[in-house]
């Protein structure tokens, strides 16, 4: 069979079977991040020039036309997502089921000042991730889309526990397909652990006002904007990603160190020194108190680490 062929059939196949599947509700990933991996198809399209074999152009060839229409649909998704409301994050109702498929709902509990440290574990499946604004009440959270159930509880340490767990719904009404979006905001005074578990999500953190001790993502393919501020004594940050978009901010006052095993990324770490392979620390680390640890696990991705 012709390379070209091979091509265009694997193109109109998988962008059929993408536009079929989304029609029907069946497709409960943010595709509108995945764009962003285009420079793939080039790559591949190379490969496919410069190998000898027909077999293995034909591979090449099919690889790089699957990422051209997973790239065309992304592409589309995201200008339908721009040109909508959907992306107006201020139209939430109050614990108000539309119906079976479309909710919005809201969660929250009140500050106790006797709470001195608490841990979020946040566990869901694709959507919009916000973290940005604090709130009088030790938590409070706004979603429209994904159906959450939540248990809290306060021990004698006057430590505070916040579990999550969303179940990912086929948000549909009157044939229009929205976003899961989920707004968390929380209070500036406790030391926080957060515990995020997501998938193909889009994520952004401003975690500026907050101590944070421990920061866990454990995400897939995900765009995530993450803005960390100075810490009373210390931040682990600990990321485990699949194929993913990752711009992360750093004090310039702290001292930070990288450690990251992501072979297969392209990384821009500005203001950083390499001590050995997959170790990277700016050059205050050694004298600064208060320190940033990121430990990276990450797939095919793209990692920008900047100070401010």
């Not at 694709?126 to 979603?143: H, I």
């Not at 969303?166 to 209070?187: C, D, P």
């Not at 944070?212 to 600990?238: C, F, H, Q, Y």
Request: with cysteine.
């Amino acid at each position: 069979m012709k390379t070209k062929s091979i091509f265009w059939g694997a193109f109109f196949i998988t962008l059929g079977l993408l536009f079929l599947l989304n029609n029907f509700g069946s497709l409960n990933y943010e595709f509108y991040n995945l764009w962003k991996f285009w420079p793939a198809f080039i790559v591949l399209l190379g490969l496919a020039l410069l190998v000898k074999g027909s077999v293995f152009k034909g591979f090449f060839s099919g690889m790089a036309a699957i990422v051209l229409a997973l790239t065309l649909f992304a592409g589309f998704n995201s200008a339908k997502y721009f040109f909508t409301n959907e992306h107006n994050w201020n139209d939430f109702n109050n614990n108000v089921v539309l119906d079976s498929d479309r909710t919005y709902a809201t969660f929250s509990e009140e500050y106790d000042p006797i709470v001195k440290s608490a841990k979020l574990y946040f566990n869901a499946g694709a959507g919009a991730f916000k973290l940005k604004q604090s709130t009088n009440k030790l938590f409070f959270v706004n979603s429209e889309g994904l159906k959450y159930g939540y248990s809290f509880k306060k021990d004698d340490d006057n430590f505070a526990v916040i579990n999550f767990w969303g179940k990912q719904s086929n948000v549909r009404w009157f044939r229009k397909q929205f976003k899961n979006r989920t707004a968390i905001e929380l209070n500036v005074n406790p030391n926080w652990i957060l515990d995020f578990n997501l998938g193909a999500s889009s994520m952004d953190f401003d975690l500026s006002q907050y101590n944070i001790t421990k920061l866990n993502i454990d995400m897939g393919a995900a765009s995530l904007n993450l803005k960390l501020g100075i810490p009373r004594t210390e931040t682990k940050v600990i990321i485990d990603a699949g194929a993913s978009s990752m711009d992360i901010y750093v004090p310039e006052l702290v001292g930070c160190q990288i450690d990251a095993d992501i072979n297969l990324s392209s990384k821009n770490f500005k203001g950083f020194e390499k001590i050995k392979s997959g170790l990277y620390r700016t050059t205050n680390f050694a004298e600064s108190i208060k320190k940033i640890y990121f430990n990276i696990d990450s797939g095919v991705s793209s990692i920008s680490i900047s100070r401010y």
